[in-house]
């Protein structure tokens, strides 16, 4: 198999999953709360199901990794795996809202090779394999060029950027937020915003999609002390979060030193 084989079994995948939660949707969710208290509705399970049985019937030889379905060890002496989010972004697909996606990828020796980043309710899609480029509806996407952070356009949480832990106050910004954390990295791999942040642990299967996506963008993605990610490790998630315009990166980077990584 090829990666191009690769990236056109994810993003026939995900399209369809975006169209099955569109469906789900339409005839009535049925939500719940995690352990935590996010929600998950009927829908995320759905499609969850789905792209399991899809996906590991195309490629039986590959671990599996996804939100909603118990880890597996088994995953771990697997070469290749598949990493899904069904429905990232779950409190916009409740509201009817459009910031949600459906985040593939494929992983191999810790690194992701193919990935795809679908939002059905704005009709793009975010693709990329190692080493050829990302793209957006089939075209190549850049990463933005800017080189200060002074009205940078930044995707984060509210209130992050104004807390007092900060040593070094930032410079006015232009700061948004949208729910789904894949479909936050593929507009920062489109030049669309200049960089995201989160100082927080995320999980694999949030992040590994918009990892590949971004990189072939030309965007630097690092957690926030400037280590580089591996995937596919016993505990699937990622210290934090910098993804970032390439000249912006190490400037994102310089001012978070202080801040201590999560346990």
């Known amino acids: ?14 399209i369809e999953a975006g169209a099955l939660a569109v469906r789900h949707r339409a005839q009535g969710l049925t939500i719940q709360s995690k352990p935590g208290g996010s929600p998950v509705t009927d829908a995320d399970m759905a499609v969850d199901g789905w792209l399991r049985e899809h996906l590991t019937a195309a490629r039986p030889d590959h671990g599996w990794l996804s939100e909603e379905t118990a880890d597996n060890a088994d995953r771990l002496s697997r070469r290749r795996i598949l990493v899904a989010d069904p429905i990232d972004g779950t409190v916009a697909f409740m509201k009817n809202k459009p910031w949600w996606s459906v985040a593939l990828a494929m992983v191999e020796d810790g690194r992701p090779v193919a990935a795809v980043i679908h939002a059905p309710d704005l009709n793009e899609t975010f693709a990329a394999v190692e080493g050829g480029g990302a793209r957006l509806n089939g075209q190549l996407i850049a990463a933005s060029e800017t080189s200060v952070l002074e009205n940078a356009s930044v995707l984060t949480g509210a209130g992050l950027l104004e807390s007092p832990k900060w040593p070094e106050p930032w410079p006015p910004m232009r700061v948004e937020n949208r729910n789904s954390l894949a479909y936050r990295m593929a507009l920062v791999a489109s030049g669309a915003f200049d960089a995201a942040m989160a100082l927080t642990p995320k999980w694999d299967w949030d992040v590994a999609a918009g990892a590949l996506i971004a990189a072939e963008a030309g965007a630097t993605v690092s957690d926030h002390h400037g280590r580089p990610w591996r995937f596919n490790r016993p505990d699937p998630r990622q ?21 201590p990584l999560a346990n």
């Open 1 to 14: 198999m090829t990666l191009a084989a690769d990236l056109d079994l994810l993003t026939a995948a995900a």
């Open 239 to 259: 210290a934090s979060l910098i993804c970032a315009a390439p000249a912006l990166h190490p400037l994102i980077i310089r001012r978070c030193q202080p801040i």
